[in-house]
Structures are given as structure tokens and as C-alpha cells.
């Protein structure tokens, strides 16, 4: 019984080993092209390690309406820090953050970007998005407790990062 034990052992100590990057199989988009009428998981993107303190996102929805991200969406409004597990529960101590190029832009609507999925990268641990409006290259990738951004913004004198913490009760100090 001990000879097979380590046998069974030496086994799969070898299997993981040798095992891939599982993470290539994972899809964040996958239930993330819902509808008010027609549900298909009513996900979004999680950037996020498991057990983390919190999800990264982007943000297609407006700011507090529950449906933070919609594959059919063609704008982005921010990159959002969420507790959100479903959009029929909402989100609370939510805020957004956007680059953005000009002007800072407070409105949601006036600062959204176009955006196109050939421009997305998406995996668990890391997101990456082409900006066209602001011609902005986003990236984000999480840590335990928060979330690392990149932005690569065109060379310009008029760069801004907005903090959006508008909504039922979110604020930032």
C-alpha cells in the first residue's frame, strides 16, 4: 500500500510538472454578452487573482446601472475597481478611473473612448485595450490587494487620469 502511494504521488508530482499554463483556456468575455432581456451569464471581465480583494473591469455601462460591461458595447467609460458579482445586485463603494487626452472630462459620456475587440487582450491576469479616441493605450494587472495600470498615452502636453467616484454614496479622499 506505501509502494503505491508514492507511486500515485511520483505520478501526478510529474503530471503537474509538466502541466501548461491552464490560464489559456479561461475566456473572461465568455457571459458577458447579456441583455436586459436575454441573459448569458451576466459576467464581465474580472481582472483579478483568485481569493483577491477586489475585481478590475472595464467599463462599458454607465456608472451605477449594474451592467458595467457588455461585449456588444463600443465605448468605454473607464476601468472600474468592482465587488459586483452580478448585475442584478449592483455594486456599492465603486469608482472608475479613465485616461484621457484634451481636457479632464468629468461627464462618463463625454469622456468614453471607441474601442474594438482586435485591440483587446483579455485574460484573467491581464487586460490590455486600445483607447481610439484618446489614443491610449490601457493595461491592467492585478495584485493581491489592488491593481497595476499602465498608460501609454500619445505625446502630447495634455495627459489626465480621472477618478470617478460619482455614485450612490462612492467617494475618494
Known amino acids: 500500500m506505501k509502494k503505491l502511494f508514492l507511486l500515485i504521488c511520483a505520478f501526478s508530482c510529474t503530471l503537474f510538472a509538466h502541466a501548461n499554463d491552464w490560464t489559456q483556456y479561461v475566456n473572461p468575455l465568455m457571459g458577458s454578452q447579456s441583455s436586459y432581456e436575454l ?3 451576466n459576467t464581465y471581465p474580472a481582472i ?11 467599463q462599458t455601462g454607465k456608472m451605477g446601472d449594474g451592467w458595467q460591461y457588455t461585449y456588444t458595447a463600443n ?12 448585475p442584478w445586485i449592483n455594486d456599492y463603494g465603486q469608482f472608475s478611473i479613465m485616461p484621457v487626452v484634451g481636457k ?18 483579455v485574460t ?41 467616484a460619482f455614485d450612490k454614496g462612492s467617494y475618494v479622499r
Open 48 to 58: 483579478a487573482r483568485p481569493w483577491g480583494m477586489n475585481f478590475w473591469t472595464p
Open 124 to 164: 484573467p491576469y491581464y487586460y490590455k485595450v486600445y483607447l481610439a479616441e484618446h489614443d491610449v493605450i490601457t493595461e491592467m494587472s492585478p495584485t493581491e490587494r489592488a491593481v497595476l495600470f499602465r498608460f501609454t498615452f500619445p505625446e502630447n502636453d495634455h495627459s489626465y487620469i480621472v477618478v470617478d
Open 75 to 86: 465605448k468605454i467609460r473607464g476601468f472600474k475597481q468592482t465587488h459586483q458579482p452580478s
Open 39 to 41: 441573459s448569458t451569464g
Open 104 to 121: 479632464p472630462e468629468f461627464d462618463e459620456e463625454k469622456r468614453a473612448s471607441w474601442f474594438a475587440h482586435k485591440g483587446e487582450t
